[in-house]
């Protein structure tokens, strides 16, 4: 899927770094770098799992650009990027955003619903939040955002992972065996 994005996915990731370096108090780099990296595993997943359809494909594309969309607003707004208030912020700019490149109503509402409960595993409803949920998983780990030991790391991980893809991907950079 990386090597057959359309024009839309990379307008899409255009949009979010342009929205991200507007703040300029935000450290856009660091989390244009995030997001190429959970897109990245959320396209390994989605190929790795076999899902097919543009629907899919195209949600899972999305979610992974616009996920974590609301945090400047929210450091902005709360002087945070707690959960709650990234979930609370980021729907209305990913559909702004969305909005402006042309995205079908069907695709659009279903990316504002992941990006608005991103970081709520109980509204995981689907494979194409799953495949989010854990790229974005194995991402946060990666980058020390989310901590564990080494004896809660296999836990963490096969309580998170339930793809085969994805617990490919964390035995291989976390030297598990999932």
Partial sequence: MASNRGPMVEEAINGMKEYFSSFSSFSSARFYDHTMSVLANSEKIFEGEK?????????VSLAGVYHDIGIPESLKKYNSSDAPY??????????????????????????????????????????????????????????????????????????????????????????LSL
């Fill in 51 to 59: 899902v097919e359809g543009h629907f899919l494909a195209s949600v």
């Fill in 86 to 175: 990234q979930e609370k912020e980021g729907p209305p700019i990913a559909r702004d955003l969305m909005k402006k490149i042309g995205v079908r109503p069907d695709i659009l509402e279903r990316v504002c619903y992941i990006v608005g409960a991103h970081h709520t595993k109980e509204k995981v409803d689907g494979i194409d939040f799953q495949i989010l949920w854990e790229a974005d998983f194995i991402v946060n780990v990666l980058e020390k955002n989310l901590h564990f030991s080494s004896e809660e790391l296999p836990a963490a991980a096969k309580e998170n992972l339930r793809s085969s893809t994805a617990r490919a991907i964390a035995s291989k950079l976390f030297s």
